[in-house]
């Protein structure tokens, strides 16, 4: 597949980072999640480690934050208010997602914050109240995060469990 027809289907911006990225076609986890008859529908990606997974769930969320209203001048609030969530099993996870989506975002100029155990709530807190559009985070430090009112889940557009089966395994049901 050229690099034309790789990327066709995706919004420039992503395209864009994607080049930037030195990709030059896409792996097939991250071609069977752009199939159009999946579009607006519930996924359950499964591939082996290192197929681009991560991307790939990029790829679905980013033409939702494309179009996304703005606020201009909003003033900072003290509670997070972000489209997307995605709950990941333990703080490296949480943090390789938060990496990936960083770079692939960066065109659109969407914040992507990441909260996991192990690291500053008071840090956190901070970078919670600039707004980030989508927050990357294991399962407690979210709970946390909601106990103390620095996170508010009303807005959500998307939310994605990472590894969900690990998360079960580890106890995290609730």
């Not at 066709?8 to 792996?27: I, M, N, Q, V, Y």
């Not at 097939?28 to 996924?43: I, M, R, S, T």
């Not at 985070?137 to 106990?147: A, E, K, Q, S, V």
Request: proline share 7%.
């Amino acid at each position: 597949m050229s690099e034309l027809d790789a990327f066709s289907t995706l919004p420039a911006p992503l395209a864009d980072a994607l080049r930037k990225h030195g990709f030059s076609e896409l792996t097939p986890v991250q071609q069977a999640v752009l199939a159009p008859d999946l579009v607006g529908k519930d996924l359950r990606i499964s591939s082996r480690t290192g197929s681009g997974k991560t991307v790939a769930l990029g790829l679905v969320v980013g033409p939702l934050l494309i179009d996304r209203p703005t606020q201009p001048n909003a003033p900072a609030s003290l509670c997070a208010r972000p489209r997307v969530l995605l709950v990941a099993p333990t703080r490296e996870l949480a943090a390789q997602i938060g990496r990936e989506l960083e770079w692939l975002y960066a065109e659109l100029k969407v914040g992507v914050c990441v909260v996991t155990g192990g690291t500053s709530v008071s840090g956190e807190r901070r970078q919670l109240t600039r707004g980030p559009v989508v927050v990357v985070g294991t399962p407690g430090r979210i709970m946390d995060h909601l106990r103390r009112g620095s996170l508010d889940l009303a807005g959500l557009t998307l939310i994605v469990l990472d590894e969900a089966d690990e998360m079960l395994r580890m106890g995290f049901l609730e």
